[in-house]
């Protein structure tokens, strides 16, 4: 693995800032959640959506940057992309 250099460390940082800032208001808007409003459960919904953008931010800031060769070790964690695995590499081979 390669270490990841203080630059790198602060991009997460400021994603797991944000992540906390947003899960504090997700949890917050919960309790006041009785099911029945729906202003609420669309902002919920917001929040869920800026979450899981996040998290997966967070990933990629961690596994782009520690391992080398970058995203074409990724794929090995992505279920969308895990089939590209078997595929043999071609750089000078046309895509189209």
């Known amino acids: ?12 940082d400021q994603y ?24 609420i459960r669309e902002q919920l ?3 869920f959506s800026i ?7 967070m990933r990629s800031a961690n596994i782009h940057s520690m391992l080398p060769g970058d995203r074409e070790y990724t794929k090995q964690f992505s279920p969308s992309r895990a089939h590209l695995c078997a595929i043999e590499e071609r750089p000078k081979a046309c895509v189209c």
């Not at 906390?20 to 202003?39: H, R, V």
């Not at 979450?51 to 931010?57: E, G, H, I, K, V």
Request: proline share 0%.
């Open 51 to 57: 979450l899981t953008a996040l998290m997966s931010c």
């Open 1 to 12: 693995m390669v270490s990841q250099s203080a630059a790198e460390m602060s991009i997460y």
């Open 45 to 47: 919904k917001e929040l």
């Open 16 to 39: 797991e800032g944000k992540l906390q800032a947003i899960l504090k208001s997700f949890s917050e808007m919960m309790l006041y959640d009785n099911g029945s409003n729906s202003i």
